[in-house]
């Protein structure tokens, strides 16, 4: 049987159906992994002995009629900054290559009551900190559409694992875009829920205040599936809003009427044409789908990516600090306690790692006026969409400024952190947004088109990205090479 072909849910039902066991859907998706991640490199590593043993566990619950959860059978892949208790949890760093984790994140405890099989830890830009996987310290994960490219970052090897049918549906964490740019790159759903509906507990943290986990699928019902389990409540994360459970898979919306979809158009300025006609042809499908568009102003939004490469890098050094060589992972051969903090943090970051450590200290030793000056006008972004919202139910735009770029093709940092203009936005508004498949470039890379709402109104957001798939269905082609068994 075909079975990466199956869409999550249609995996549940056939295993529900005992048309097939959880040790036979273990066996076949760990055989792909095996065959197929050679030439993509998504996989860190392979959680043979945990996916096994927790098929047993379904197989007999099944052959005793027992309940099963909502993600039964289902075979999941979690980046590898998410810790899975007495597995290894490196972060894509040479720090943390033997770390292995004490406890549980609590998205993998939800995962695992709902009875989802978690397979394998995927590959990551260093401590999340990139756009294009090229960052991890072990190798680099390629775009499954095109294997010269890059598959975006940091999640970008939970989004090239679930293009290339690896699994399902993957877990990824979106501190500026890591999500939903590598969604759009490899063409599958990404969301990144509004900050604080999904716990951050075990989350291994790079920007505190911008963090936020999220499911990754080849379509939106998989995704909002997996977003009723994600969203459980968590006592150990005070920032984790503990609301009552949403139903995304529900009344799931296939006309946009009454619906108002704002559209920043300034921001198009210097963007790549393909990128452009590819979004105007995605308003005409909203259109067709009885939304009605309008203009909005949003001007503030230039000034997100230069906030973002404030606040982030200052949190990031204050959260990284921890990694002193005594408490976790490598530890460096030095004679005082000095060399071992000083050796152990040379040998075990690598290099954009270590530039955001020192950029993030720089602001926070200059007196404040970098960080405060960026709280402010972070302030300032959060009321504009506050405004705008008032005329608007949601908004529209390319998820990306480009297509997948070619693997090494960027050196300059800063040309990287472009990458995200258009998902950073979310982040530092701590707003809901979706990135659902919306065509392709010339070259056949994918793309993406991203639904952004008010903060809480997660559902919503959903539903349009519904609306938009099922209109185009660009989220069910699979990538040519990886399209056999
Ligand atoms: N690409 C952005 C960065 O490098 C976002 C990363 C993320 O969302 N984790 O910081």
């Known amino acids: ?211 936020q986990i999220g499911p990754m699928a080849t379509n939106v019902m998989d995704m909002a599936l997996t977003m009723e389990v994600l969203e459980n409540r968590c006592f150990k994360d005070s920032t984790n809003l503990r609301l009552p459970f949403e139903n995304y898979t529900s009344n799931l919306l296939e006309s946009l009427e009454g619906l108002k979809i704002g559209v920043p158009w300034d921001i198009f300025k210097n963007v790549d044409q393909n990128i452009y006609n590819n979004f105007k042809n995605s308003i005409e499908v909203l259109k067709s789908l009885k939304a009605e568009i309008i203009s909005v102003e949003l001007n503030i939004l230039k000034y997100s990516t230069n906030v973002y490469y404030i606040l982030s890098p200052a949190e990031a050094a204050t959260n990284l600090a921890r990694f002193d060589g005594i408490k976790y992972g490598v530890r460096s051969k030095g004679k005082t306690l000095d060399d071992i903090y000083d050796l152990s943090r040379d040998e075990g970051f690598g290099e954009e790692v270590k530039r955001r450590i020192m950029l993030g200290t720089f602001i926070l030793s200059s007196g404040f006026k970098y960080y405060q000056k960026a709280q402010k006008v972070r302030t300032l972004i959060i009321r504009d969409f506050e405004e705008t919202f008032k005329k608007c139910d949601l908004i529209a735009l390319p998820t990306t400024p480009s297509s997948a770029f070619k693997i090494d093709s960027i050196k300059d940092p800063v040309t990287m952190y472009l990458q995200d203009s258009f998902t950073i936005p979310a982040n530092m508004a701590g707003l809901p947004a979706i990135s659902v498949p919306s065509g392709f470039d010339e070259q056949r890379k994918p793309l993406g088109i991203q639904f952004m709402g008010p903060q809480l109104h997660d559902a919503l957001v959903i539903k349009a990205g519904y609306a938009f798939e099922r209109e185009v269905k660009y989220s069910f082609m699979i990538p040519p090479i990886f399209d056999e068994e």
């Open 1 to 211: 049987m075909e079975l990466y072909k199956l869409s999550a849910i249609g995996l549940r039902n056939i295993f529900f159906k005992k048309n097939i066991s959880a040790k036979e859907i273990v066996k076949y998706f760990i055989n792909r992994i095996e065959k197929k991640d050679e030439k993509l490199k998504s996989i860190i590593s392979l959680l043979k002995n945990r996916a096994e043993k927790k098929a047993d566990i379904l197989d007999k619950k099944i052959s005793k009629n027992e309940p099963l959860g909502k993600l039964a059978g289902i075979p999941i892949i979690v980046k590898d900054n998410i810790n899975i208790k007495n597995e290894i949890t490196t972060c894509g760093s040479k720090f943390l290559k033997n770390y292995r984790s004490l406890f549980d994140a609590s998205v993998i405890k939800f995962l695992d009551e709902e009875d989802a099989i978690i397979i394998a830890k995927s590959n990551l830009d260093e401590f999340a900190m990139g756009s294009s996987n090229e960052h991890s310290a072990f190798f680099k994960t390629c775009n499954p559409w095109n294997l010269k490219c890059v598959p975006g970052g940091s999640s970008g090897g939970s989004a090239a694992a679930v293009a290339a049918r690896l699994s399902p549906i993957s877990i990824g964490s979106d501190t500026g875009g890591s999500i939903r740019q590598p969604a759009a790159f490899c063409g599958i759903v990404g969301f990144k829920p509004t900050y604080g509906r999904v716990s951050r507990y075990g989350l291994v943290a790079f920007a505190s205040s911008l963090d």
